[in-house]
Every structure is written in C-alpha cells, then in structure tokens.
C-alpha cells in the first residue's frame, strides 16, 4: 500500500526544522538544527543566509532519513518561516549582497522616526494594516540598499528582496522562483491589504523599486518543485505562510473570533476575523490569515517580542539554569515573586505600546529575591504580555474569547501555561500535536495539492490535549496585574529619556 506524507520545513529564529506529518495531522518524523546568531552592535541582529538553507536542507533529509521515509513518499512541501527578516540576493547566483536583517534587529529605528515625523503614520496605518516600526521590512530594504550601495542594481533588476519563505523558495527550486505569500507580504509594511499588492506609494516613500520585490501567491499553491540536488525527487513546493499565520491554520481557528497564541522567542496573538480587514485603535495590528483560491481572511496580530528569549537571558547570560526547561522546575521553588517584576524588553516593546526604545526593566527587588523569584518573574513576564493582547482582542471581539489555543515549545512548561490561564482569567488549551505551525504549513501544503476538499478539512486535525483552568480570585488578578502595569510604566517612562538623549 502506497504511503503519503506531508513535509513542513519551518525556518524559525533559532534554527531550521523539518516535521513530516501523515495526512490525518500526525506526526511522523523530525529533525532540527540551530544556527549562529549576530549581535553586531546593541540591538542588531544578524543571520548568515546561507545557514538558514543548509540548515534546512540538513533537517529534510534527517527527519526523512530517521522516519525511514522515501522522498518519492512526500506528496507535497509546506515552508513556515520567521517573518520580516529581510534578505536581498543576486538574481543570477543567489548570493546575499548582506547577512539577513533579522525581525527582532532595531538598527532602522531612525528612518522609522523620519516617517513619523514626516507624517506617514496614518497613510501607513490605512493601507498596511500596521504601525511604522523598525521590525517591519521596508525600513530594513532601505537600509541594506543604503549600505551597500545598490540602489542602481537593484532598479535594474539584478537584485532580489525577500522574506525567509521567498529566499528559501529561490534556493530550494534551484532559483526558478521568486515569490511570496500574502501572509508574508503583509508583513513588510509594502503590501496593501485591501488591493492585495505592492503598493506604489509606499514603494516612492521608501524608494524600493517594483522589480526587486517577488510575486505575491496564494498562501496554498504549487510555487515550484524541490531541486532534485536536495532530496533526489522532484517534491511540490505547495505553501508558503509566515509561522504565525500556519499556526493559526494549524490550530483549526477558521472561525471570526477564534484566537491562538504561539509561544516562541517571541509570542504572538492572532484572532481570527474573517473576510474583511478590522482595524483596531488600541495597538493591534491588522494583517492576514492566509489567502486562498485568491479570497483573503484576515486577522488581528499582537507581538510579544521577548518571550522565549527571557528564559534564554537566564540560561545563556546569567547561567541561573541549564537548560530552558528547568525554568519549570527552579520557578516552582516559590508560590510567588516576591514583588519581583521583569518587563523583558530586549528589544522594544511590541503591542500595545511600540516602543522602539524600551528596554529591560526589573523591579521589585529586594535582599531576599533568590534566582527562583526571578525566574518566576520571567516566565510571568511572558504570560503578562501575552495578557495584554489578550484583552484587547476581548475590547476588539466585544466580548471575552471562549478559549486561548496555544502552542509553540514553551507550552510545554505546565506552570507557564496555568500562569496565562490565571493572568488572563480564561481557559487556556493545549493541542495534542503541539508543532501547531508546521502541521498548519503541512495540511496547507496538502490543500495545495488538492489532497484535502476544503479548508475545514485540511484545518479539521486540532484536537485539544489538556485544559488549563483559572485558579486566581478576582482580587489576586487585579493586584499581580497593577503590578504588571507600574513595571510597565517605569520601562517607558526610561524609554522616554532614551529617545530623547536620541
């Protein structure tokens, strides 16, 4: 009996995954490789491109060759990547002209100030869905064209923009295509969501000629097939999604109002909102959920952009653990923190505030905080923010969401997970595969390729594993979250005097 399989490749901040799943959305076999991250200066980071590829490459045919998988198995291949990392290569050889620009890097900070003060918040707002930042791509094209003094070749079309989909596309197929998806297009503060395409008045803004940007698709669609030279067969490429957006595909939220949050280096929150784009006055981001047969869904996004990350400051910075998963163990040393409170804002702080120049904040500290205290206020920290965007998804619905889904490494850390139930006040699920964003990129893939009739049966696999239940009274809620909140304060009240020492 012929067997088929679904092959994700999920390129994320930290390292290149490959995940095959069966066509009923279980999981088969897997493989993983980290790969070096940049610090240049404070605040930038940097990825060699080519680690992103071979890392990937590395990872398809172990996690083949492990599942005892034959490539002629695989019907199709879904790419989920980390979004707004920003690459520009060489048409002909496929060579970067820079190390990638990763999302987190705030190195554009000042050209985004320039468009503020210039007045473009509002026209950015209107046709982008989302707020001028540095984490967005657009400032990081014009910043690479800046510095590598290749504006001329890029307007002639020697050059190629893309997000880590599209670059990883181009190398995959042997550099026969240079496309996107809507949902990664969404992201580069370039795309107008209400005409579906690159908007030209954003291109004159940042002086981006068309011709360097891809093809925008479908997010579920034959893009092209794998060159042999990686596998031995010629594999559909079938879907292209930002990891966020197939982990809400992953996570069966096809629904108006259905809300996940993937909790990784950074968190993110989407809800989704269906066929017409909601735009939010609170802080929210409106974006895609994916694009398919060419009718678009939407969604409001939040970002938390130091989640993971925190847990990481204490095992690689401070040496308060080993391994992140004994951040667990080391937190439930306490029943609280003591008054300890960490705002993790590495890198700015995303939704709601888009802050820029925030940076970490502890407070709270007294003689008697132990590393556990601390460590509790990391994993809190990350349930905090999460919070936040949780309640103006609630403010945005009219209404609290009936559940939060929730995947991503982190939850599999049982006291985060009843931390975000108690925070929030809501009942927080956890789904049976918890590699929510590559099972999205997977039965996309099979949607591509025709394997599944429909959406509501590609999206149909999300069964919930466990159930997290709020233990906190009212009044405890209220007092840990104006905690939260004067920490918060405190962090941009000193990002103020940042901004203003420039």
Not at 174 to 199: I, S
Request: glycine share 8%; proline share 4%; charged share 20%.
């Amino acid at each position: 009996m012929n067997r088929q399989f679904l092959l994700a490749l999920d390129q994320g901040t930290t390292s290149s995954r490959a995940i095959v799943f069966t066509p009923e959305g279980r999981l088969s076999a897997s493989a993983a490789f980290e790969f070096t991250q940049h610090y240049p200066q404070p605040g930038w980071v940097e990825h060699e491109p080519m680690d992103l590829v071979d890392t990937t490459v590395r990872a398809m045919r172990q996690a083949l060759s492990t599942g005892g998988i034959q490539p002629k198995e695989i019907a199709a291949i879904g790419i989920t990547n980390q979004r707004e990392t920003t690459l520009i290569w060489d048409r002909k050889t496929g060579q970067a002209i820079h190390r990638a620009i990763v999302w987190q890097c705030r190195r554009t900070a000042p050209i985004i100030e320039r468009l503020k003060q210039d007045g473009l918040t509002e026209m950015i707002r209107d046709k982008t869905g989302l707020v001028p930042d540095a984490y967005f791509s657009a400032s990081k094209i014009r910043w690479l064209l800046d510095q590598t003094g290749t504006q001329a070749r890029a307007e002639r079309g020697e050059l190629c923009f893309g997000t880590v989909d599209s670059f990883l596309a181009w190398h995959l197929t042997g550099g026969q295509t240079h496309v996107t998806d809507a949902t990664n297009a969404a992201r580069t503060m370039l795309f107008n969501l209400k005409e579906q395409d690159w908007d030209d008045d954003l291109l004159r803004v940042f002086n981006i000629p068309r011709v360097l940007l891809p093809q925008v698709k479908d997010t579920a669609g034959v893009i092209g097939t794998l060159d042999e030279r990686c596998l031995g067969q010629a594999i559909p490429i079938a879907a292209l999604a930002g990891d966020q957006h197939a982990a809400l595909f992953g996570q069966g939220c096809l629904e108006e109002g259905a809300v996940k949050n993937t909790y990784g280096t950074g968190c993110f929150m989407l809800m989704n909102t269906g066929a017409r784009p909601v735009r939010d006055e609170r802080g929210l981001l409106t974006t895609m959920a994916w694009r398919l047969n060419g009718k678009p869904m939407y969604a409001l996004e939040g970002s938390v952009f130091v989640a993971g990350a925190a847990i990481q400051w204490l095992r690689d910075e401070l040496g308060l653990i080993s391994t992140a998963a004994q951040s667990e163990q080391l937190a439930s040393q306490v029943p609280d923190t003591a008054g300890v409170c960490f705002v993790p804002a590495f890198t700015g702080l995303g939704a709601p505030h888009w802050d820029m120049y925030a940076r970490g904040t502890l407070t709270g500290f007294s003689r008697g905080a132990k590393a556990a205290h601390l460590a509790r206020a990391a994993l809190e920290s990350i349930a905090f923010q999460s919070n936040d965007l949780l309640q103006l998804m609630a403010a945005s619905l009219g209404r609290a969401p009936e559940a939060l889904r929730v995947d991503g490494g982190a939850t599999a850390n049982d006291l985060l997970m009843q931390m975000q139930a108690d925070i929030s006040g809501i009942t927080v699920l956890r789904p049976q595969v918890r590699e929510t964003t590559a099972l999205g990129a997977a039965l996309l893939a099979g949607l591509g390729v025709g394997m599944f009739s429909s959406p509501a049966q590609a999206a149909g696999k999300w069964r919930p594993e466990c159930a997290f239940t709020p233990a906190w009274d009212a009044q405890l809620r209220q007092e840990r979250l104006r905690d939260w909140n004067r920490a918060v304060r405190t962090t941009l009240f000193e990002a103020s005097l940042r901004r203003e020492k420039g």
